[in-house]
């Protein structure tokens, strides 16, 4: 039973336009959103949080929104580079699930094209 | 950077055979974690650690056992390798219990079960 879902395995943007990146959850105890991205050879590295009591976080190009009521989040990069080029991992907590683990999505490679 | 260390960076082994895996950490951090990586699954807990000789089982933690016998070591041990093993296999750390504290991951280890 998947939590978190990342539906789109890719998604391809050329640079300059806005990259949106989506995330769903079926947990409604998760009260805790994070983006992370990872380069090929390389761990994943922490992007951008949000909690449960926000509906947005910035950060630079990064924006992320929540929607609590449709259990969706987004990850928006404006303006996108050739270097967002990676895959970005939602992930999600929660009180139910004990604060001290992640669930993970399967991904969403982003490719930047110049 | 946080101080992670993955070694070995590559295995190759083969079927029944027992394998383990060293996350050596400098940050003093409490909390460390195994995921593994596979394509179309994303990031998977195998197995976690709240301190010294404290573990806990992950969602995919069949087949797999772990120790932690200092708080800068925790073993990932295959008692015996099979090819559904064969993954990219990320140790993290993360300083307190609560996802306000960031995850930082290592570099990876590449093992390949023959």
């Known amino acids: 039973d998947q939590q978190v879902k990342q539906n789109s395995p890719s998604l391809s943007v050329q640079e300059g336009r806005i990259s949106i990146l989506n995330c769903d959850y079926t947990?409604?105890?998760?009260?805790?959103f994070l983006w992370y991205k990872k380069y090929p050879a390389e761990g994943p590295t922490f992007l951008i949080s949000i909690s449960s009591i926000k509906d947005k976080n910035e950060d630079g190009r990064f924006t992320v929104f929540l929607n609590k009521s449709a259990k969706h989040l987004s990850l928006h990069i404006v303006p996108s580079q050739p270097g967002d080029s990676a895959v970005y991992f939602c992930a999600a907590s929660g009180s139910q699930g004990g604060s001290e683990k992640l669930v993970f999505g399967k991904g969403t490679k982003l490719t930047v094209n110049p | 950077d946080a101080g992670i260390t993955q070694s070995p960076r590559h295995k190759v082994t083969e079927t029944g055979t027992p394998v383990t895996l060293r996350c050596h950490q400098t940050?003093?951090?409490?909390?460390m974690y195994w995921y593994r990586q596979d394509p179309g699954h994303g990031l998977r807990l195998i197995h976690y650690s709240y301190g010294v000789k404290d573990t806990d089982k992950g969602e995919v933690s069949d087949g797999y056992s772990v120790s932690r016998s200092k708080t800068e070591d925790f073993l990932l041990t295959l008692e015996s390798a099979t090819s559904s093993q064969t993954s990219v296999y990320f140790c993290?750390?993360?300083?307190?219990?609560?996802?306000?504290?960031?995850?930082?991951f290592g570099s990876g280890t590449q093992l390949s079960v023959l």
């Open positions: 993290a750390i993360r300083g307190g219990p609560t996802v306000n504290e960031k995850l930082f």
């Open positions: 940050e003093n951090h409490r909390y």
């Open positions: 947990n409604s105890m998760f009260d805790y």
